[in-house]
């Protein structure tokens, strides 16, 4: 791929317009073009950053080699098999897509072409996390908490696929064993769909995961607490702050841990853009989102579910 890669936004709304912001200042990337359905939006990004505006799909397509889906989640499967066959790299804003067989189908279409199909989990970037992974062992509770103000903007997913599927990914990735079964709440208080839940989750290697997510919270937390054989360690995502506590010759100690802050969205997107112009496996693949998704999927179900309890094991390999 040329040095200089051109680069584009499917969306600029809300999330997508922080990624036009970045790729403005990315050394070797072209920012090219910019669609929204919104003319009014498109055309503040337009004159923001000096990008092309454009109206149709096919025409964005011609004027970039890389691109973020930053669409409302029922078109991100769409906008992106179309692009994919017009042989350009993803980045796709999580949930990666509706359904777990949309997602397997696109990273399915970006195998056969060798394209890069990476997802926007970004809490992946977080520097804190870093920090955690040259730590961890063998977690064997994880307790994470995501909360946040309702956002007053369309919202067409519950609280379990808008905001708690980052935490779910990041613990798919931390674990790394089959889940053996779920346990799960949630309730609609502002939206048809559930704005607070909380899921237990158990893995096959005997690890537990309790994880709370709520969209109509006073304020805001991000916070995930893993517990190990020699250790205790306490991240906070929003801070980029995080704590370590050991037992060392018969007292605990505590320590905080060394963390190299930046802004999790610009890693994402360099790294983005790397592993396009290299041709290397992006740090969140389409088929780890596609887990993440599934998992999301299945908490959501069991919210809707009679009782809220557990309705089934899962024997996912």
Sequence with gaps: MKSQIRAGVVGVGSIGKNHARIYSGLPGVDFAAILDTNPETANGISQRYGVRAVTLLSEFAQLIDVATVATPTPDH???AKFLLGQRKHLLIEKP???????????VKLAKERSLILQVGHVERFNPVLSALERRLSKPRFIEAHRLSPYPFRSIEIGVVLD????DLEIILHLVRSPVKSIDAVGVPVLSKGE???NARIRFQNGCVANVTASRISPEKMRKIRVFQEDAYLSLDYQSQSAEMFRLVNGMITREAVEVDKDEPLKRELQSFVECS?????PVVSGSEAAAALELAIEITEITKSATGELIKELGRT
């Design 77 to 79: 499967y769409e906008v």
């Design 96 to 106: 990666i897509t509706e359904t777990p067989g949309q997602a397997e189908e696109l």
């Design 163 to 166: 905001l708690m599927i980052h």
């Design 195 to 197: 704005d607070i839940a």
């Design 277 to 281: 112009r290299r041709g290397v496996q």
